[in-house]
């Protein structure tokens, strides 16, 4: 079993759709939780940053976190089809070097 | 937000050629970049943890003198492949972490390496 599992997708949504995006981890001692959004042929672009559990919100953007759960999600609201990319999720322990483990990403196509 | 700036964006060499790709941290400092590599469809592989004026780290299976890392400064990484083959060909990837922040990590826009 991967450290950090998500669906690849792709996930095709219309446009004005609510898009939830989500990865499971295994490793209890993840502190830190990032979002990342990839658009094809470039570098992923940091979206979310949370520590531990609880919601945040950004713009349309809302980052959850289940630490009881091991489960992480990623909401969009009102999606737009310039939010197609792969989305990434990455995760840091507490203590240690700070290596992100990352999710393979999922894809996600918004069509207008 | 935090810039990290890569360079060259493409490149197209011949078998057998070595390459340099430059890493910039822009707007802050960055103790530490990450070099990663990914194939089409397929999430980021670390390949190495580059601390600035020490010797960098290699995950398990990355051969450190074919990819070449020297962190001379705060705001500068390259990444060297070394004797480049058509199955080195892929899209590279330098991240940040910023000094002051600590544990976010802001990556460039990448690099794609056709090795003919």
């Known amino acids: 079993q991967k450290e950090v599992e998500q669906d690849p997708g792709p996930l095709s949504v219309p446009e004005g759709a609510i898009v939830s995006l989500n990865c499971t981890y295994s490793?209890?001692?993840?502190?830190?939780f990032m979002w990342y959004r990839q658009y094809s042929r470039k570098g992923p672009e940091l979206l979310m940053y949370?520590?531990?559990?609880g919601n945040k919100e950004d713009g349309r953007f809302t980052a959850q976190v289940d630490k009881s759960s091991k489960y992480i999600s990623l909401f969009i609201r009102d999606s737009q089809p310039s939010d197609s990319a792969t989305y990434l999720c990455?995760?840091?322990?507490?203590?240690?070097?700070?290596?992100?483990?990352f999710g393979r990403g999922t894809s996600l196509i918004v069509h207008p | 937000g935090a810039v990290v700036s890569q360079h060259p964006s493409w490149v197209i060499c011949k078998s057998g050629t070595s390459v340099k790709i430059e890493c910039r941290s822009l707007?802050?400092?960055?103790?530490?970049m990450f070099w990663y590599r990914q194939f089409p469809k397929q999430s980021l592989m670390l390949m190495a943890t580059?601390?600035?004026?020490?010797?960098?780290?290699?995950e398990q299976g990355v051969e450190k003198d074919k990819f070449l890392i020297n962190h001379a400064s705060l705001t500068l990484s390259t990444l060297t492949v070394t004797s480049a083959h058509p199955e080195d060909s892929s899209f590279y990837i330098c991240?940040?972490?910023?000094?002051?922040?600590?544990?976010?990590?802001?990556f460039g826009p990448g690099t794609r390496l056709l090795v003919l």
């Open positions: 991240s940040a972490r910023d000094r002051g922040t600590g544990r976010t990590q802001y």
């Open positions: 490793n209890s001692a993840f502190q830190y």
């Open positions: 949370t520590y531990s559990s």
């Open positions: 990455a995760m840091i322990p507490s203590g240690g070097s700070y290596i992100p483990t």
């Open positions: 707007d802050f400092q960055a103790t530490t």
């Open positions: 580059s601390n600035e004026g020490s010797k960098a780290t290699y």
